[in-house]
């Protein structure tokens, strides 16, 4: 069965370092997603991405953050300069339609020190 | 930006019970998902509700869309150890993409 899924599962990184969050979306889907978890909180939405560009963003994805496809099947968070706060659980998820059956990575964990 | 409800936060239960959890809105949803998420793990897609009234049955788990489509239910009968975890809603809109509740975090007791 066809699945999302994102490496490292784990991170670790030095603050103000920058990081890398890499997902491989499911082959036939259009559109992709950020989220993040901090650990004991809520699934919060960062940023949606289609036809190779942001459709949304919220409050949290501010300019440290960037997404990119570099190629036909990656999808990428970069963090510039991490922050304690970054710390979190990042999910990745893409669907076929829009705001449809989307299905998520099993996450990368940030840990920023 | 939509914001969701999830009710009860935490719910404690024996084996056998059923239980019906909530998600509400003020806002209307273009679709509407439940999703099961085991610590540590990504969220697992449940369901996904489109049409206001919409009743969708997965075994013993049986998910209704609100006819306003503004809020959804989750009943789960007789349920079984298996079922705990955090089960989140998420609703998308025409404005804005998928935003997640906080949860309802079940138990279920042998």
């Known amino acids: 069965e066809p699945e999302v899924t994102q490496t490292p599962s784990h991170q670790v990184t030095q603050m103000g370092q920058e990081v890398i969050l890499r997902c491989v979306p499911i082959s036939n889907h259009l559109y992709f997603y950020w989220y993040r978890q901090i650990l004991g909180q809520k699934v919060e939405f960062l940023v949606s991405?289609?036809?190779?560009?942001?459709?949304?963003k919220s409050e949290i994805f501010d300019d440290q953050f960037s997404v990119e496809r570099p190629d036909g099947s990656n999808f990428t968070l970069k963090i510039r300069s991490t922050k304690l706060e970054d710390s979190a659980m990042y999910f990745c998820?893409?669907?076929?339609?829009?705001?449809?059956?989307?299905?998520f990575g099993q996450g990368t964990r940030l840990t920023v020190v | 930006t939509q914001l969701l409800e999830q009710s009860p936060q935490f719910l404690s239960i024996q084996e056998g019970e059923n239980l019906t959890v909530y998600c509400n809105s003020s806002s209307v949803f273009s679709s509407l998902q439940w999703y099961r998420q085991e610590p540590g793990e990504g969220p697992v897609l449940l369901v996904t509700v489109v049409t206001g009234g919409e009743v969708k049955k997965l075994k013993r788990l049986t998910f209704q869309f609100g006819d306003a489509r503004k809020d959804s239910s989750l009943h789960i009968t007789a349920a079984q150890p298996g079922d705990t975890g955090l089960y989140l809603c998420?609703?998308?809109?025409?404005?804005?993409?998928?935003?997640f509740g906080a949860g309802t975090r079940l138990t279920v007791k042998p």
């Open positions: 991405f289609y036809n190779n560009e942001i459709s949304e």
């Open positions: 998420a609703g998308a809109s025409n404005n804005n993409d998928m935003r």
């Open positions: 998820a893409s669907s076929a339609d829009h705001n449809t059956e989307a299905f």
